[in-house]
């Protein structure tokens, strides 16, 4: 039986964690806690919602409320989603979904045995776009997908306790993976840098590559750059794709553009083959615009209500998670890394 009210605390009332309590705070039959142990903070999130608990400890509210958004910085995310799913409450992560793969796998563990959703704030699959782009994608209609370039770039934040591949990436591999029908990479290989002395890996260029579709993805994360860029290419065989975050009129363009081989006249006697470039224009398809965080939320509320399962659930805050540890090993040792699923 579905309960009147949804109780839920959202832990760290940073940057995003604000954006949360806005946005739950919203949904008709949701009563949001705020735990955060900066005090200026929690002022902050007082003056703005009188209406709203707001306490420093997650001990203080835990046995009040139904479930847990976990909005601290990443190296928290295990040890508060931990203690939230052995009390029982259902739980969603922020991305990085946890630090490790061994920890990834024991909140999916402890959220099996207590019976709750652990669930995975992989946002961006719950942007309409990139589900229309999904779709595309399935249909066949951009043909084989030969390539995915994402790029996530501009002046970002410093952070001291991950770098920009930890940052940016989980959602470049998240959304890929998306695309491509929930494939994940067998292979990854990466290179990166840190471009200011003292301070963590703030550029890479990122490689992964997919054997059931024989499709490679190249992410480049910087929080190097001077323009904002959130832009997803996919080339297929037929035609090609771009996918725009930032565009809210156009976040998908499809360009009816291929390259194909065609020998001439000329070629032929000299036994060589040249490549003809087919473009028929660009197609901007019609979608409307959610943001993508208030959908996400209100999937969370859903699956707390009535048990269905989270379109991205823990295994796939694990799967991005065991991409990322590959991504740091291979940069680390300069060399390629197999993903077995076994790391
Ligand atoms: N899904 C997205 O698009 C998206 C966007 C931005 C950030 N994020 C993620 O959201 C998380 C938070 O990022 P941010 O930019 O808001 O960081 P932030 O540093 O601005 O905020 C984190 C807050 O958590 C508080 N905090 C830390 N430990 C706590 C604890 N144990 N209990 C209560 N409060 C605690 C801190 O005091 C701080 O106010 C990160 O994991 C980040 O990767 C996701």
């Not at 003056?47 to 835990?62: F, G, K, M, Q, W």
Request: hydrophobic share 40%; charged share 20%.
């Amino acid at each position: 039986m579905e309960r009147a009210r949804t109780n839920v605390a959202v832990v760290g009332y940073g940057y995003w964690g604000a954006h949360h309590v806005r946005v739950l705070n919203r949904i008709p039959g949701v009563s949001v806690t705020v735990v955060e142990i900066d005090s200026d903070r929690s002022r902050d999130a007082a003056d703005i919602y009188p209406a709203i608990r707001c306490v420093t400890s997650l001990d203080e509210v835990l046995a009040d409320v139904d479930c847990v958004v976990v909005a601290t910085p990443p190296h928290e995310h295990y040890s508060v989603a931990l203690k939230a799913l052995r009390s029982k409450k259902h739980v969603l992560v922020e991305k990085p979904f946890t630090t490790s793969v061994e920890s990834a796998n024991r909140l999916v563990a402890t959220a099996d045995s207590a019976n709750v959703h652990v669930m995975a704030g992989h946002t961006f699959e719950y942007h309409t776009a990139a589900q229309k782009l999904r779709s595309i994608i399935s249909s066949g209609e951009l043909g084989r997908i030969l390539y995915i370039d994402s790029a996530r770039l501009g002046l970002g934040k410093y952070q001291s306790d991950i770098d920009v591949v930890w940052d940016l990436a989980p959602h470049d591999v998240s959304i890929i993976s998306f695309l491509l029908g929930g494939e994940q990479p067998t292979s990854v290989s990466a290179w990166t840098r840190s471009n200011i002395a003292g301070q963590p890996i703030d550029l890479a260029y990122l490689r992964l590559d997919f054997e059931r579709t024989d499709a490679v993805a190249f992410i480049n994360v910087s929080w190097i750059s001077p323009v904002k860029v959130r832009r997803v290419t996919v080339v297929g065989d037929r035609k090609m794709a771009v996918y725009d975050y930032l565009s809210t009129i156009e976040p998908i363009r499809i360009y009816e553009t291929n390259v194909e081989v065609c020998a001439t006249s000329l070629d032929v006697m000299r036994s060589e083959q040249s490549v003809k470039y087919n473009s028929d224009g660009v197609v901007s398809p019609m979608i409307p615009f959610i943001e993508p965080l208030i959908s996400q939320d209100t999937h969370f509320i859903s699956c707390v209500k009535t048990g269905m399962r989270p379109s991205t659930p823990g295994e796939d805050g694990v799967a991005n998670v065991r991409v990322l540890a590959g991504l740091e090993v291979a940069h680390r040792s300069g060399q390629r890394v197999a993903l077995t699923g076994e790391e």
